[in-house]
């Protein structure tokens, strides 16, 4: 059964710090991996999406890396702003078409 | 503007009482989805549909009940079985092959309270 893990589960950064998000999952048969953010009392918003034959993905400031073959992936946001507070959500795609998530990030960015 | 459209943004439910949470896309998504998301649990998968007429349990159908008569709509029943549904409901689409397309597109929720 695949299992996503997300460390921290907590982070708290000055504004302007580059920083890394942490995804890992068990079973190496993907065929994606996705990463949402959630503001609070909201929905899920699709940040990047990463195929299996993918490497990485970038959109603005964020960089998503996979490493199928180790089962990690990484989101990396760059010098980071108060309004990119959020929980950061990732989630992978195996056998069935039925995503698999991972708990979460919480993101705090200080001003 | 396409997307999904959840409604209502917040629903109270008496005991022993069912109610019905709407999901409608106008993305023209084959598949729907309908997750529970519980604080410290992440999401889980309630039931989910490849295609119309057909649906599949996941992970917590217990208590749960769907349709998918039309493509374009996902609704799904809170019934009195469910002995804890108070969660925040969020339902998804996809095309079915999501490796040849833009991944998830998820709604805006809808927070349900047993009162």
């Given amino acids: 059964k695949q299992e996503v893990t997300q460390i921290p589960a907590a982070l708290s950064v000055p504004e302007g710090e580059n920083l890394v998000l942490n995804c890992s999952f068990t079973d190496s048969a993907i065929y994606n991996l996705q990463w949402f953010r959630q503001d609070p009392g909201k929905g899920l918003t699709s940040l990047l999406l990463i195929q299996s034959s993918q490497r990485e993905q970038t959109s603005g400031r964020l960089n998503a890396s996979l490493d199928k073959s180790s089962g990690r992936s990484t989101l990396y946001i760059a010098a980071s702003q108060p309004g990119d507070s959020a929980t950061y959500l990732c989630a992978v795609e195996g056998g069935a078409q039925k995503l698999v998530f991972g708990q979460g990030t919480r993101l705090t960015i200080n001003p | ?115």
């Fill in chain 2, 1 to 115: 503007d396409g997307g999904i459209t959840q409604s209502p943004k917040y629903l109270f439910r008496k005991e022993g009482q069912n109610v019905t949470l709407s999901c409608e896309q106008n993305l023209n998504h084959d598949a729907m989805y309908w997750y529970r998301q519980d604080p410290g649990q992440g999401l889980r998968l309630i039931y989910y549909s490849q295609i119309v007429n057909d649906f599949q349990k996941g992970d917590i159908a217990e208590g749960y009940s769907v349709s998918r008569e039309k493509k374009e709509s996902f609704p799904l029943t809170v019934t009195s079985a469910q002995k804890n549904p108070t969660a925040f409901y969020l339902c998804a689409s996809s095309i079915k092959r999501v490796r040849d397309g833009d991944g998830y597109t998820f709604g805006s929720g809808t927070r349900l309270t047993v009162v």
